[in-house]
């Protein structure tokens, strides 16, 4: 058995896994890459144990089979090939040719490989993922994009560990907390079924790298089943990604309930200026709470201002607002944090100086800031 | 006081300094940055006990004097200030302002600052540096660059974590060693003066990224006192610097000896495929000793290969040499840091496979590289 590949190719599809494959585990045989070939491709997978993750490339195969290389000597290997072109034949090793340069890699026995289970996206209703469906992919990694931050990295918040994903009538959502704050992004993009799903956020990066891997194809197709979750993308033909991962067990406890519905205060603001003001005047914050006022003023004026041991600073922004101007409090690394992934308008919803406020954008996102209590 | 300067300026200032100054010190004052208002500049200066650094900046002063900030905030805030031009005046605070945003910063009493003593490029032969002389500040970069790899990192190795800088009739020489490998790069600029001064690494580093920001001007100014060399570059009314660094005490024992003067086999290469196939190859190799196999064979053949755990890797170069072939193994590292500075043509010198080899490259570059014994 024998592949021909362009070097390129083969460097994009070991980008992906790259991350994947620990390069140590208990379980030695997950720092192995998996290959395998077929008559029109080189397919590479690998899992963690939590993420399973195959990746399909364009390439000229002769004879079919799977073999597993060291994944780490395998990837610095690739990464360095002097030629366009890489010749893989497999035997007792595997033989890697490209250009002048020559590699023999000692090769492990398949047989003790965990079984990797990936929905086939042209059969639905059976097998270990009954449920399907597709949404765009661009939005879909805007939703996971702009909630992931809000997760908990704490051990002991169990569920909050997670990316809720809920499929349903009204659309699919991506909802993230860590019990102070929240952030969800809505998809009108109706379902037929209801169902809730908790992605580790560790699996959410994998999930984005792989899939932003495949971005051009336009689609990505999604795949539930008792405790995993599908996605798969790309281009019949050329570069295709499946990824299953280990849902977590429960859901979130009732979140609507903390995301306020009436506001004293509605500032609209560029999301840009905003957070540079922001990242300045906090700059000399309180080092223990980043406490940064937000004074409302008639005039349409917004004034910023922080002070800590070192000094003080202030700026002045203007902003549109209606409502009652007032004197709000934050945590700046909170407040920058939720607007993260935003670009172009916000709008800044103040339900009052001790009540949480809402921060929204345009695309379905919302997210919850708690004000400082001062 | 006060000193009108555009921020693009004070930021290429704050990043010469930014690596001199520690945000923790023994002596908290050195985690303060100086500030001096004169005329037609604003200076920066710092120091770390080991290393004195002082960046003088084109800027409209109105009032001359001396002030002391916290560098830390200092730095953060000048980073991200929304204006094209930056206003900072000095009272019992120093008031900063840009565009909308103002930041007062408390200041520390001058007093207890150590004295900073940098040779005056104008006067020679007093104070603390009576030893003058200059040289191409490219040419200089250039020395420090090629053999600072070289010298040790090991506490225990007292001198050698220095780079001894040589003055005398037949030029300067930069050298560095760690006891077990050696580099020299010549300069060929007669000094009426012989000296020897041993610079510790990292001042070393220091001296070259504060010397990269004035490359521009074309002539590096050095000077020497006792204990003590002094570097200073950059253009009348521009950018310049200045800094003065505490050398080691002592000197180099005699290297000369260890520089191999006859040779089995003269070997030609060029820099950048040998480099490329040594990493290439040594992927696999040892991990203990990352041993790489060169064998030279009749008509102009290099084979590189290299055996590990994993398996084993080879490439073929076209080299041209004279001499008898032969095989020898070196440690891939040491011979690719011996390598890492050079571009073009290299030379390989090849005094036998168990006594020291020599790398040569034009401009004065010569690295003393040990066969493994095998």
Redesign the interface.
């Known amino acids: 058995m024998k592949v021909f590949i362009p070097r390129k190719t083969l460097s994009e599809g070991i980008s992906l896994l790259e991350r994947v494959i620990p390069s140590r585990s208990a379980n030695p045989l997950f720092t192995y890459l998996g290959l395998e070939v077929r008559p029109q491709a080189l397919v590479l997978f690998g899992t963690n144990g939590e993420v399973d993750l195959e990746v399909r490339l364009p390439a000229d195969g002769e004879g079919e089979g799977r073999a597993l290389v060291?994944a780490q000597?395998f990837f610095?290997?690739v990464r360095?090939?002097?030629g366009e072109g890489v010749e893989a034949s497999f035997a007792q090793?595997?033989l890697l040719s490209s250009?002048?340069?020559?590699?023999?890699?000692?090769l492990a026995p398949v047989e003790g490989y965990p079984e990797l289970l990936f929905p086939e996206p042209t059969k639905g209703g059976e097998g270990p993922f009954p449920v399907r469906t597709h949404l765009p992919l661009g939005e879909f990694l805007k939703a996971l994009a702009h909630v992931r931050y809000a997760a908990s990295n704490e051990e002991y918040r169990a569920i909050f560990r997670g990316v809720q994903l809920e499929f349903g009538s009204k659309g699919v959502r991506a909802v993230a907390s860590d019990g102070y704050r929240l952030a969800l992004y809505d998809l009108a993009e109706p379902q037929p079924f209801e169902r809730k799903a908790v992605v580790p956020a560790r699996s959410v990066d994998e999930m984005v790298r792989a899939l932003r891997g495949v971005q051009e194809a336009g689609e990505v197709h999604l795949a539930l089943g008792p405790g995993m979750i599908g996605v798969s993308g790309g281009a019949e033909g050329g570069l295709s990604v499946r990824m299953a991962a280990r849902l977590m067990e429960g859901e979130f406890p009732d979140y609507e309930r903390v995301v306020p519905k009436e506001f004293a205060l509605k500032v609209a603001l560029e999301a840009d200026p905003f957070r540079?003001?922001l990242?300045?005047?906090s700059?000399?914050s309180d080092r223990q709470n980043h406490r940064v006022d937000l004074l409302f003023t008639e005039g349409s004026k917004l004034l910023l201002s922080a002070e800590g041991?070192?000094?003080?600073?202030?700026?002045?922004?203007s902003v549109a607002f209606e409502g009652t101007p007032l004197l709000v409090a934050y945590n700046a690394r909170h407040l920058l944090e939720a607007l993260g992934p935003v670009e172009g308008g916000v709008e800044l919803l103040i339900s009052g100086p001790t009540s949480p406020s809402l921060l929204q954008a345009g695309g379905g996102y919302r997210a919850v800031v708690a004000p400082l209590r001062v």
């Open positions: 060291p000597p610095q290997i360095s090939l002097p090793e595997l250009g002048s340069f020559q590699t023999r890699l000692g540079e003001a990242r300045r005047v700059v000399l041991d070192y000094g003080r600073s202030q700026e002045e922004l």
